[in-house]
């Protein structure tokens, strides 16, 4: 029976590119072996180099951000990215500056009222859609085989394998975020304006 991946999968494929035995725990075998230790660590490394990105699946819009009794608003530690749409972006241009919001129009990080704001945040790879969890494990194995073995020819097999799973994750990002040209601002005021007669 086939079941959706899982980090131990991950791992384990990892291992399997350099030639490494599989473990059969990320917490006890996993602690005992140094390459396991560094796939994980590389799995996680590319796990959020994908996220960072922003895909359908992690980024939300119209998020509320309230201030706390300082006025500042604290992000929460797994947001990679927050910005602001039409129009509250005529209001503030955001950044994260540490875990804390900063608007750079006004020079501060001290807010008086609620933002709703697009944020993109990472999340566990056992949360991820099986689509972006390939691509993931593809491109961490390439990036171990490359750091513990250093083959080309290896690297050249992997690279083919990462190109394939690049494309399944786009195709995956259109089936899911039913995207339209109207849903950007500047095409919608362009065929929106008034006709003239």
């Known amino acids: ?3 959706i991946s899982t980090k131990l999968n991950a791992i384990n494929t990892m291992l399997s590119v350099v030639g490494e035995p599989p473990i059969n725990s990320l917490t006890e075998d996993a602690a ?3 390459d396991a230790v560094i796939a994980m660590n590389i799995l996680d490394e590319v796990s ?3 996220q960072s990105s922003g895909w359908h699946f992690n980024s939300e819009d119209d998020v509320p951000l309230a201030p706390n009794a300082a006025g500042e608003i604290i992000i929460h530690n797994n947001v990679v990215r927050v910005d602001c749409k039409y129009p509250e972006s005529t209001k503030y241009d955001l ?6 919001l900063y608007d750079k129009k006004k020079r ?5 009222s609620t933002i709703k704001a697009s944020v993109v945040s990472i999340h566990p790879f ?5 689509s972006v969890k390939r691509l993931v494990t593809i491109r961490a ?3 171990f085989q490359d750091r513990i073995v250093g083959s080309p020819q290896l690297n050249a097999f992997t690279i083919r394998d990462e190109q394939m799973a690049w494309m399944s994750l786009r195709e995956f990002e259109m089936d899911t975020s039913d995207r339209s040209i109207f849903d950007n601002y500047d095409v919608f005021r362009v065929v ?6």
Do not use: H, W, Y
């Not at 950044?95 to 804390?100: C, H, P």
């Not at 056992?126 to 099986?130: K, T, V, Y």
């Open 1 to 3: 029976m086939t079941t």
């Open 32 to 34: 005992k072996n140094a």
């Open 48 to 50: 959020r180099e994908v």
């Open 95 to 100: 950044v994260l500056r540490g875990q804390k």
């Open 108 to 112: 501060t990080s001290v807010f008086t």
């Open 126 to 130: 056992e949360d991820l859609p099986e």
């Open 141 to 143: 194995a390439r990036m």
């Open 192 to 197: 929106n304006r008034p006709s003239i007669r």
